[in-house]
């Protein structure tokens, strides 16, 4: 069946490197998303990662996929206060725009 | 690149009416989809169109339909509102759909009371 779960929240300490995690359900999944919404906003894409791939970098953000497992994670290095928000992941079934999307982890970076 | 644009950003509206949501994609992206977002459920897949035909559809009833112009802009309508139709409606865009990022809007956040 379709389902992506997360962890519903993390705090971390400025500077400190942040690691939300993500399972998901259907091995067909074809890519996986992270995207982040700040209060009163929309989604933002931050970066996806195709479902043969086991790493991606961009810049302070590293996505590492174990498609054995079934489990993506995205770690931010040297995490900000600006980088407080909820974290989404979404898996793309090849069903053109349906993702199926996790609940969300709220991010919360101390200073 | 001007972002994906949706109108209004809020509304509200007595239960029983009917409300029309706007989107216009970013310029070149020919797929359009909807989603809601509720704290209860989270984010729902509504439905996907692409070159003015739906592609795809979610778990949703007939009271909420959709449809797209040739310039891609998109709208969706929903009739007979009920009070758990409040929620945040999300539109997104991609240049085909399939094997290309969603980029989302801002949303119009949906009042039924």
């Known amino acids: 069946g379709e389902d992506v779960e997360q962890s519903l929240f993390l705090s971390v300490r400025e500077g400190d490197s942040s690691v939300i995690n993500c399972t998901y359900t259907d091995s067909s999944s074809t890519y996986l998303y992270w995207y982040k919404q700040e209060p009163g906003a929309g989604l933002q894409l931050l970066t996806y990662?195709?479902?043969?791939?086991d790493m991606k970098q961009d810049q302070r953000l590293t996505v590492l996929l174990n498609k054995k497992d079934k489990h993506l994670s995205l770690r931010i290095a040297d995490t900000q206060t600006g980088d407080s928000a909820i974290y989404f992941c979404?898996?793309?079934?090849?069903?053109?725009?349906?993702?199926?999307f996790g609940q969300g982890t709220e991010l919360s970076v101390k200073p | 690149k001007a972002g994906v644009t949706q109108t209004p950003r809020y509304l509200i509206k007595t239960r029983g009416q009917q409300v029309t949501l706007s989107c216009s994609p970013i310029?070149?992206?020919?797929?359009v989809s909807w989603y809601q977002q509720t704290p209860g459920q989270g984010l729902q897949f509504l439905f996907e169109?692409?070159?003015?035909?739906?592609?795809n559809k979610g778990n949703f009833p007939g009271r909420f339909s959709g449809r797209q112009f040739s310039n891609s802009r998109s709208e969706m309508n929903v009739s007979t509102l009920e009070l758990g139709d409040s929620a945040l409606y999300l539109c997104?865009?991609?240049?085909?759909?399939?094997?290309?990022?969603?980029?989302f809007g801002n949303g119009t956040r949906l009042t039924v009371t």
């Open positions: 990662i195709f479902s043969n791939m």
């Open positions: 979404a898996e793309s079934l090849n069903q053109g725009g349906k993702l199926i």
């Open positions: 310029s070149g992206h020919r797929s």
């Open positions: 169109y692409f070159s003015e035909t739906q592609r």
């Open positions: 997104a865009s991609s240049s085909t759909g399939e094997y290309s990022p969603l980029h």
